[in-house]
């Protein structure tokens, strides 16, 4: 079983930076590939990005590729979203899943977190 918290969620302005963060606890966090997905109110749930268990490899959506960045310390057992540039089309609540495989099906994903709200204003 995994844990997982998000946070540093919040209210911006359109081209600002927010960094989210997300605290795993339970089993071998360095065994698990991150993802990032995020639900817009009205939308259904979608990849952001992922990275590896060894942070060596990440992937994006279009959609955010070159303005947000996915990071890992397995150190302190968290994963890292950082997102610049913001756009109000990314005001949506932001989840971190623990999966086996870099992918961007919510199915191969077996952990997650509870979400955090992040609102851009324009």
């Known amino acids: 079983q995994v844990q997982l918290v998000e946070s540093g969620g919040g209210l911006v302005q359109a081209g600002g930076s927010l960094r989210l963060s997300c605290a795993a606890s339970?089993?071998?966090?360095?065994?698990?590939?991150m993802g990032w997905f995020r639900q817009a109110p009205g939308k259904e749930r979608e990849f952001v990005g992922t990275?590896?268990?060894?942070?060596?490899?990440?992937y994006y959506a279009n959609s955010v590729k070159g303005r947000f960045t996915i990071s890992r310390d397995n150190a302190k057992n968290t994963v890292y979203l950082q997102m610049n540039s913001l756009k109000s089309e990314d005001t949506a609540v932001y989840f971190c899943?623990?999966?086996?495989?870099?992918?961007?099906?919510?199915?191969?994903?077996?952990?997650w977190g509870q979400g955090t709200q992040v609102t851009v204003s324009s």
């Open positions: 990275i590896n268990s060894s942070g060596s490899l990440s």
């Open positions: 339970g089993r071998t966090f360095t065994g698990y590939v």
């Open positions: 899943a623990a999966g086996r495989y870099p992918a961007q099906v919510m199915s191969n994903y077996d952990y």
